[in-house]
Each structure stands twice: as structure tokens, then as C-alpha cells.
């Protein structure tokens, strides 16, 4: 018996069991809260489902003691990983006051954290590229070893952002990930109206450096292309443009009606190679995980959530009088 892919990528079973948790609990939470907006208990969901894969395949390549990511709204995934838990995105899914990202000031999807290295998102798409590149040079002028990850939807490719971000850290060979999180549609807007080129990653040739397109149903193809980023990144040879190509399973946020704009059929196609069943099936395959160690990770994780939700619906709000906060100099 030959070694199992995950091996070949220096991952251990129980690395890749971590993986498929840190999945599993991603899409676990959005659910719910889809569940939660549905009752009228919280107002605003935009999901992950669909790209938990390349969330959790990208941000494990990363280091979490000294890289900074930068994620886009959808990236449950990615900041689950960097230390997030599910209370803190159920506070902030409810808008109380301990919501780390905001203290209930945002929308969720804003994420944000000091202690976990997690940089602020901001509502319009794509400025969170130069800020990673901002970093990226602060920390390449004080001579620290570290990587900044910043990622945005296809849609986002095609900002001024994006170009102006990208050329700068090439020039300045920087090193930073760019990964395109691909999911077909800007909100209702699908791919082929966005870009005449094939890939996004073939913009990477403008720019002279390397661009790769991946599966982003299969969190190791994406694990494999984030490492080989970080390494050139740390070895000063600049940054990559990563494109992970997967689907929104969801509409754009709980405020749209996917119907409108997109077949039944071409989301029940998308849904037989969700990355929850198909990362699944190859581990059991590996013989790591075993029907009944699947079916406890799912008690496990809606206990987890029960309590969250549980914690954050009764959680305080934040104080009236604290909303001029962090406006004004204090």
C-alpha cells in the first residue's frame, strides 16, 4: 500500500482529521444560521457553503504564531482555523457586545481579531488586497518572517483593488497569497460576464508572477498550492496568485433569491461534489475516519453550536451610549 495523498503532503490522519472538523464545524454554523434568520432571531447570514474546502485547506499552510490573514466575508473556514470559535461568530451573527470582530457594530461576515491575527474586513469588496499588502511590506521592511493571506471572490478580481494591490507586491516582490475564492457568481453576475479570459489566475502573467488554478472542493490540492505560496513568500521571492474554483451553494447572503438567476439543476449538479461528502469519502477510504467516528464529530460539533447560539442569544447588547466609540479620538 502506497502512502495516501495527505502523506505525500507531509500532513498527518490526524492533521487531516482536523481538516475535515474544522469543515464540518464551518458549515454546521452557517446552517444554523440560516436557521436563526429564517426565525427572525438575526438579520443577515452570508455563507460559506460550498468553500469550506479551500478555506480550511489554505489557512492550515499557513502559520498561525506568525502570518496574518485577511479574509473576505465568506471565510468562516479560513478565521474558524485561526482561532475563532463558534461563540464568537454566533455573537456576532446575534450583534452583541462581546462580538470580537465588532462588538455587534457590524454585519457578520466582518471579520476581525488582534489575538488572532485576523485583520478587519471592511463592507466594500476587495479592500482588504492592498491592506495585505500594506502588511506585507511592513513586515518585509522590519525583517520579519511572515506571510500575509488575503482572499475575494472572482467578482472582486475585477476592482481596482485587486490590480493596484497585486502590481505593487509584485513589483516590490512582497510576500503575499492572493487566493480567489471562485464560485461562479458575483452576486447574480455569473463568470463568463465578469472576465474574457479563461482562469483568474491567468492575470497573474501581467504582473510576472506565478498564477495556479485549483480544485477548491479538494482541500488538499488547495493545502498543497497555499504551502508552496507561503515558501516563496518566506524565501523573498514575492507573492502568487492562487485561484480556488469552486460553487456557492447558498444564494449570495439571505437577502437574495438565487432562483432568479441561476437553474435548480446546476446547484443539485454542484451539491453531489460538495467537499463535506467527498473529503469524507477519501478519508474513509484512507482509513482514517469510520462511520461511527463521523456520526460523533457531528454530535460533537451540534453541541458546540447549541451551546453558542444558546450564549449569544442571551448575551448583552452593546450599550447606547458606546456607539461613538472608536469614531472620534476618546
Request: charged share 25%.
Amino acid at each position: 500500500m502506497g502512502e495516501n495523498r495527505h502523506e505525500r503532503l507531509g500532513l498527518t490522519d490526524e492533521n487531516v482529521l482536523e481538516m475535515y472538523k474544522t469543515m464540518l464545524l464551518a458549515r454546521k454554523i452557517d446552517e444554523r444560521m440560516w436557521l436563526l434568520n429564517r426565525a427572525g432571531k438575526i438579520p443577515f447570514v452570508i455563507s460559506c457553503q460550498g468553500q469550506e474546502a479551500a478555506q480550511v485547506g489554505a489557512a492550515m499552510a499557513l502559520d498561525r504564531e506568525k502570518d496574518y490573514v485577511l479574509p473576505y466575508y465568506r471565510d468562516m473556514g479560513v478565521v474558524l482555523w485561526f482561532g475563532m470559535t463558534a461563540r464568537d461568530l454566533m455573537l456576532s451573527g446575534f450583534a452583541k457586545a462581546e462580538d470580537p470582530s465588532s462588538g455587534g457594530r457590524q454585519m457578520p461576515g466582518h471579520f476581525g481579531g488582534k489575538k488572532y491575527r485576523i485583520v478587519t474586513g471592511s463592507s466594500p469588496v476587495t479592500t482588504q488586497v492592498p491592506h495585505a499588502v500594506g502588511m506585507a511590506l511592513g513586515g518585509k521592511l522590519e525583517g520579519k518572517d511572515l506571510v500575509t493571506f488575503t482572499t475575494f471572490g472572482e467578482g472582486s478580481s475585477n476592482q481596482g483593488d485587486f490590480h493596484e494591490g497585486i502590481n505593487f507586491a509584485s513589483v516590490h516582490k512582497l510576500p503575499v497569497i492572493f487566493m480567489c475564492e471562485n464560485n461562479k457568481y458575483a452576486i447574480s453576475i455569473p463568470i463568463q460576464k465578469q472576465l474574457a479570459c479563461e482562469n483568474v489566475s491567468d492575470r497573474a502573467v501581467g504582473y510576472g508572477i506565478p498564477g495556479v488554478t485549483v480544485d477548491g472542493n479538494d482541500p488538499l490540492a488547495v493545502y498543497e498550492a497555499v504551502k508552496a505560496a507561503a515558501d516563496r513568500g518566506r524565501r523573498g521571492e514575492g507573492p502568487t496568485l492562487i485561484e480556488a474554483v469552486s460553487y456557492r451553494l447558498t444564494p449570495h447572503s439571505s437577502d437574495d433569491d438565487d432562483r432568479a438567476y441561476r437553474k435548480r439543476e446546476e446547484v443539485e449538479e454542484a451539491k453531489a461534489k460538495d467537499s463535506i461528502f467527498t473529503f469524507a469519502k477519501y478519508l474513509k477510504e484512507a482509513g482514517i475516519l469510520s462511520d461511527e467516528y463521523e456520526k460523533l464529530c457531528h454530535e460533537e460539533i451540534a453541541a458546540i453550536i447549541d451551546e453558542a447560539t444558546d450564549y449569544a442569544e442571551a448575551a448583552p447588547y452593546a450599550d447606547p451610549e458606546s456607539a461613538m466609540r472608536h469614531v472620534f479620538a476618546e
